[in-house]
């Protein structure tokens, strides 16, 4: 079974940097760590933590629906974010997301930057999605 590329017209192409919006393998999706950016590479809510998470998960979302599923085949999140004090904003977002009940593994890092100046959070996403 062969890996397939995919890429999603909410993005501008990573071809450049040999980056993939998502890549899948059979029912596997695993989705690239993603910034609040609009089609045009524009960073999208500048200076504001909860803007860009509620970007970054409909960007996964988007992703997500493309491929025959949504953010409850989810079952993996890494957060990479730049200010300690964004964990609990960026928790409550994802739960309006997810939903009450709903759990995914997880794992959050505050790391000092992020390769974009101007993003303050980056977010990648591991789904299955039923055939």
């Not at 910034?35 to 504001?48: C, E, L, P, T």
Request: aromatic residues 8%; glycine residues 8%.
């Amino acid at each position: 079974m062969q890996a397939e590329v995919i890429r999603t017209k909410r993005l501008p192409p990573f071809d450049n940097v040999g980056i993939a919006h998502a890549v899948r393998h059979g029912r596997l999706v695993f989705i690239s760590g993603q910034i609040a950016i609009d089609a045009d590479g524009n960073i999208m809510g500048k200076g504001d933590v909860t803007a860009q998470t509620r970007h970054i998960y409909d960007i996964i979302a988007t992703i997500l629906r493309e491929q025959g599923g949504s953010l409850r085949n989810v079952v993996k999140l890494l957060t990479f974010y730049v200010n300690p004090e964004d964990f609990r904003p960026m928790a409550d977002i994802r739960k309006s997301y997810f939903g009450d009940g709903y759990f995914a593994a997880s794992s959050s890092v505050c790391v000092k930057a992020l390769p974009q100046p101007d993003s303050l959070v980056e977010i990648e996403a591991v789904a299955i999605i039923e055939d």
